[in-house]
């Protein structure tokens, strides 16, 4: 476990913290006035390996050649020219800072990236971490990677999970979640939708099932796996050629099919590296790997039966609770575009001319309904 520090001073800034996987949904926007919850689970942090957050850069500034040397294939409409290594944490873990309010930006509903950090050392004044909690973002506070330093400390953190006790666990992320607003003239204030993590997380694996497509057809399982990526997958890709096919795949599954073309697989939640079939001499899968977050993974590869009726008595084995299902969303199913498009630029694949097109046609997908 680490406690992180000032750069300046040495004074401790949290809590001691073990790190986690990076959540896919953490640079995500969500709707318009929408009241997101805290990013980060107590006790945890989490790094984000490219720079994020101001200074930012136009793509006119930065060019082809630096941007593919910083990893990303196709045009984006801006790149930060900020430090790599942002740590995030959840605000409540904080501890010896102080906020300030004018150098913050944001103010909808609170406060965003703005122009930098807007929290500092309390020791020393060093402009420390940027706290967020504006409407549609995800609450958190972001530790500048030049301004604090992580400290070991001695009692030890949670030891390292195999996949068979991360299953064990069975933390799944529901794909239906009640959403709030900051408020309403109408005076409902919330409503149930798919979940925003879902929305990232399906935004995050669209890209790579169209990098892994090779611009044919591809088939995903019936069942919730087909609702959330199936319309997006056929309106994106031309259709008449044999298609490819994706299967779940993962601890607690079977083995991958033989003639399978894609898996999707979970992401460890501890360590963000994806599941891999290992056979005696390594991989035994050629199929091109898709990352889920382990919760999203999770939902899919054992789907929990909602009860329709009620039950009375004794619940038999294998009933939970009597309460009635969760209300189904009024919408179908978009992944979200801007994860969508933030995985997309960084994949290789992203340089095929029908992957830029469906990139400089993104605007279009989404009034379509798409995302």
């Known amino acids: 476990m680490f406690v992180f520090v000032c750069a300046g001073c040495g004074a401790r800034?949290?809590?001691?913290l073990s790190q986690v996987a990076l959540p896919a949904h953490a640079h995500q926007k969500y709707?318009?006035?929408?009241?997101?919850?805290?990013?980060?689970?107590?006790?945890t942090f989490a790094v984000e390996p490219e720079p994020w957050g101001p200074p930012w850069r136009r793509w006119d500034e930065i060019g082809p050649d630096e941007a593919a040397a910083r990893g990303i294939c196709a045009p984006v409409y801006a790149v930060s020219d900020g430090w790599p290594g942002s740590v995030v944490i959840a605000p409540g873990d904080a501890r010896g800072t102080v906020l300030v309010p004018e150098e913050g930006g944001g103010y909808c509903c609170g406060l965003d990236w703005g122009d930098g950090p807007n929290m500092a050392c309390e020791a020393c004044g060093l402009a420390v971490a940027s706290r967020i909690d504006d409407c549609s973002l995800w609450q958190a506070v972001w530790l500048a990677p030049d301004a604090v330093r992580p400290v070991p400390v001695d009692n030890a953190g949670p030891a390292m999970l195999s996949w068979a006790e991360v299953l064990a666990e069975g933390r799944a992320t529901p794909p239906v979640a009640p959403i709030t607003t900051w408020g309403s003239l109408l005076g409902l204030d919330h409503w149930w939708s798919w979940n925003p993590q879902w929305e990232a997380a399906a935004g995050q694996a669209l890209a790579h099932l169209l990098a892994a497509s090779d611009g044919r057809p591809v088939t995903v399982p019936l069942g919730l796996t087909a609702?959330?990526?199936?319309?997006?997958?056929?309106?994106?890709?031309?259709?008449?050629?044999?298609?490819?096919r994706a299967v779940l795949a993962g601890p607690g599954l079977s083995e991958p099919e033989p003639h399978a073309d894609i898996i999707l697989v979970p992401i460890h939640p501890q360590t963000g590296r994806p599941w891999s079939p290992a056979g005696p001499a390594?991989?035994?899968?050629?199929?091109?790997?898709?990352?889920?977050?382990f919760g999203?993974?999770?939902?899919?590869?054992?789907?929990?039966?909602?009860?329709?009726?009620?039950t009375s008595g004794t619940l038999p084995d294998g009933v939970l609770r009597d309460d009635p299902p969760v209300p189904r969303p009024h919408r179908l199913f978009r992944a979200d575009p801007e994860t969508f498009r933030h995985t997309l630029v960084r994949l290789p694949a992203a340089r095929s001319p029908w992957l830029r097109e469906i990139l400089e046609n993104l605007t279009h997908h989404m009034r379509a309904g798409i995302f």
């Open 282 to 293: 390594g991989p035994a899968s050629s199929a091109y790997p898709v990352p889920l977050p």
């Open 31 to 43: 709707g318009n006035g929408i009241q997101l919850p805290v990013l980060m689970e107590s006790g």
């Open 13 to 16: 800034l949290t809590v001691p």
């Open 296 to 310: 999203v993974w999770m939902s899919l590869a054992f789907p929990v039966r909602d009860l329709r009726l009620p």
């Open 227 to 244: 609702q959330v990526f199936q319309r997006a997958l056929d309106a994106l890709l031309p259709a008449g050629r044999r298609a490819r």
